[in-house]
């Protein structure tokens, strides 16, 4: 078996070996280990070789094959994460003056944790989960105390008000309704009067443009004798035009009480 120097500390456990004991080293890692934390697998046994060492974070990472040949094994769902700085190591340890996971190597190759206060992650673990099981059980104890008459005028309140909302929300619906159906009326009488002018103002240009092709199409003998009919013709035209009366729709004609007066009085 490998050996150290007596005094030295197991680099899984982090325990002074004894100087009574024999420190041993870890054939994969080289790195001290205790008795307790060293193992010697049946397959390393060998009549020409000494028996291979191997720290328990090495034998839950490699496994001895024929000709003590290290393998990885397969992935172990353990629920520990490996040290970044020191991959071969499990984050099995807790600092509790920096409050973070570390491994054994942080804790003794390192210089970051030296003096600092250090305990298993399963004893900081059950502290934790004691901990914040204990903040949950308050819950009840503080539900015991609420004013449940008060909660429930809450929610009787919630649905009064939600019930306001509805009939609210539904008389503003038909008071919309109504108040755009007297704006389509209005905007109905206004455009067909305008559409009424528009339509005799082009009835009668276009009449008066038929004559006068007419007039220039007829000769001497037949204009002399359709003279009197032309001339009626446009006396006619000219008494409807005369009788035309166009009155100037404005935005003030076409309100509503449910808009500003400013946005309803723009005129053109």
């Known amino acids: 078996m490998s050996s150290l120097a007596y005094g030295s500390f197991c680099a899984t456990c982090c325990n002074l070996i004894p100087p009574e004991a024999e420190p041993l080293a870890c054939s994969a890692c080289s790195k001290p280990c205790c008795w307790k934390c060293a193992s010697e697998p049946a397959?390393?046994?060998?009549?020409?070789?000494?028996?291979?060492?191997i720290c328990v974070a090495?034998?839950?990472?490699?496994?001895?094959?024929?000709?003590?040949?290290?393998?990885?094994?397969?992935?172990?769902?353990?629920?520990?994460?490996?040290?970044?700085?020191?991959?071969?190591?499990?984050?099995?340890?807790?600092?509790?003056?920096?409050?973070?996971q570390i491994c054994c190597d942080c804790f003794v190759v390192q210089q970051d944790h030296k003096r600092h206060t250090i305990d298993s992650i399963e004893?900081?673990?059950?502290?934790?989960?004691?901990?914040?099981?204990?903040?949950?059980?308050?819950?009840?104890?503080?539900?015991?105390?609420?004013?449940?008459?008060?909660?429930?005028?809450?929610?009787?309140?919630?649905?009064?008000?939600?019930?306001?909302?509805?009939?609210?929300?539904?008389?503003?619906?038909?008071?919309?309704?109504?108040?755009?159906?007297?704006?389509l009326n209005k905007t109905a009488?206004?455009?067909a009067v305008l559409q009424k002018t528009k339509d005799f103002v082009d009835r009668t240009e276009m009449q008066h443009?038929?004559?006068?092709?007419?007039?220039?199409?007829?000769?001497?003998?037949?204009?002399?004798?359709?003279?009197?009919?032309?001339?009626?013709?446009?006396?006619s035209i000219l008494k409807d035009v005369g009788q035309l009366q166009v009155t100037p729709v404005r935005w003030d004609d076409i309100d509503c009480d449910l808009l500003p007066v400013a946005n309803c009085s723009r005129s053109h």
Not at 43 to 53: D, I, T
Not at 125 to 147: A, G, H, M, S
Not at 150 to 179: P, S
């Open 123 to 183: 004893e900081v673990y059950r502290q934790k989960l004691l901990e914040t099981v204990e903040k949950f059980r308050e819950i009840p104890k503080r539900l015991k105390l609420v004013d449940w008459e008060a909660v429930r005028q809450v929610e009787e309140n919630l649905k009064i008000i939600q019930e306001m909302e509805t009939r609210i929300l539904g008389d503003i619906r038909q008071l919309f309704q109504q108040r755009t159906a007297i704006m």
């Open 189 to 191: 009488e206004k455009k």
């Open 43 to 53: 397959e390393s046994v060998s009549l020409f070789n000494a028996p291979a060492v």
């Open 58 to 100: 090495c034998d839950a990472a490699m496994d001895l094959r024929g000709g003590g040949k290290m393998v990885p094994k397969p992935p172990l769902e353990q629920g520990l994460q490996r040290c970044r700085m020191h991959p071969e190591r499990f984050l099995n340890l807790f600092c509790l003056t920096c409050q973070v």
């Open 209 to 235: 443009r038929q004559t006068l092709e007419s007039i220039q199409g007829l000769n001497t003998n037949d204009f002399l004798r359709l003279q009197a009919a032309l001339n009626a013709r446009c006396e």
